[in-house]
């Protein structure tokens, strides 16, 4: 029979201790040394250099230009979400779709970002959808998760006064939540080597709000950092949200709870990067089938509570934990990625050029 209220917390798995600190699923740079950086409010116009070119011997973009509020975008902001430096689709380079084999991900209006972006304080290489929506769960009420990789320039890199890793913002837009997170490519591509799963997820997001060629660039090296470790950052993710759950007794966490574990276990067995979770329900052997309920109970409510579940919810959440150790032990890939050759000289390259004119 179905438990009238959710699991307490003495029958939740036991905690681990390697949980890292950053308690969101969206916490993606928790692995990594050096806190974000929230760029503080400020004007919402254009920042000079917006098209990618930095202007000579002068530190080109301002990290107050990020908006602090509802924002009305100027004309020439817009104008430029239609330029070639900002491009978008639904279409991913063919190695994201061998990779990523996500379906069906629910709509969102993917130009009606692209202004937003381009209010960002640096170029950015990349931007794209992440959270709720990217993993086949949102509510109406969901905020949208805009991720991305922008380039500091090599002035706020090599002196003493050093740019900002992480930019973070979140505020309203046309009356939608947004909440922004970008890291600068140093530190993109540390994490990408560290077996960061957050990260790799926003790379081959089906969601581009915003790419170019450096962005096909990494994509194509993504199957070079796939490696057996990224068990060990999916099993800390996971410990994470269902220590939330416990905490809230929100569905929400029990989701990304599954949805995280079941990734995982798809990633490091068949090394196919796997987020959307109605998907996952039908592909993982053993998923539990009462999630794809919970997931149209929660599209009506944001803060739905998890009464009603199954008890067996906490077995359940073992089971899969001890599959994706198994599959670790068993995974085909490799225990170091190969790509970090070829992340030191992209790397190399985009300080010491900027942003290349093929770019634009």
Aim: aromatic share 4%; net charge negative; hydrophobic share 40%.
């Amino acid at each position: 029979e179905p438990a009238d209220d959710p699991p307490t917390a003495d029958a939740l798995p036991a905690a681990d201790d390697a949980v890292t600190a950053g308690v969101g699923e969206a916490a993606d740079d928790a692995v990594a040394a050096g806190a974000a950086v929230p760029a503080p409010g400020g004007s919402s116009e254009a920042p000079a250099g917006a098209a990618g070119s930095f202007p000579e011997g002068a530190t080109p973009y301002d990290v107050d230009s990020l908006p602090s509020g509802p924002i009305e975008l100027p004309q020439e902001v817009a104008a430029a979400a239609g330029s070639g430096w900002f491009s978008s689709g639904p279409a991913r380079p063919d190695v994201a779709q061998a990779l990523c084999t996500d379906r069906d991900v629910r709509r969102i209006n993917l130009g009606a970002l692209q202004p937003v972006a381009a209010v960002h304080p640096y170029p950015l290489l990349f931007s794209s959808v992440a959270g709720s929506h990217l993993y086949g769960y949102p509510s109406r009420d969901s905020d949208v998760d805009l991720r991305g990789l922008h380039l500091l320039p090599a002035v706020q890199v090599v002196g003493l006064r050093r740019g900002p890793q992480t930019v973070e913002r979140t505020w309203l837009h046309e009356e939608v939540p947004l909440d922004l997170v970008t890291h600068d490519a140093g530190k993109f591509f540390r994490l990408l080597l560290r077996h960061n799963g957050y990260v790799l997820e926003q790379l081959l997001s089906p969601l581009v709000v915003t790419t170019g060629p450096v962005h096909e660039e990494l994509v194509a090296l993504a199957s070079l950092c796939l490696t057996r470790q990224h068990a060990e950052h999916y099993r800390t993710a996971a410990q994470t949200q269902w220590e939330l759950f416990s905490q809230t007794g929100e569905a929400r966490h029990v989701l990304a709870t599954f949805r995280i574990l079941l990734t995982g276990i798809q990633l490091v067995r068949d090394g196919q990067l796997v987020t959307h979770l109605p998907t996952l329900l039908e592909t993982v052997p053993g998923a539990p089938a009462y999630l794809a309920e919970l997931v149209e109970a929660k599209a009506e409510d944001e803060h739905l509570g998890a009464a009603g579940l199954p008890e067996q919810v906490g077995d359940d959440v073992v089971t899969l934990q001890a599959e994706l150790g198994i599959a670790e032990l068993e995974s085909p890939l490799p225990e170091q990625p190969g790509a970090e050759g070829a992340l030191h000289d992209l790397l190399v390259r985009l300080r010491l050029e900027g942003i290349p004119t093929w770019h634009l």
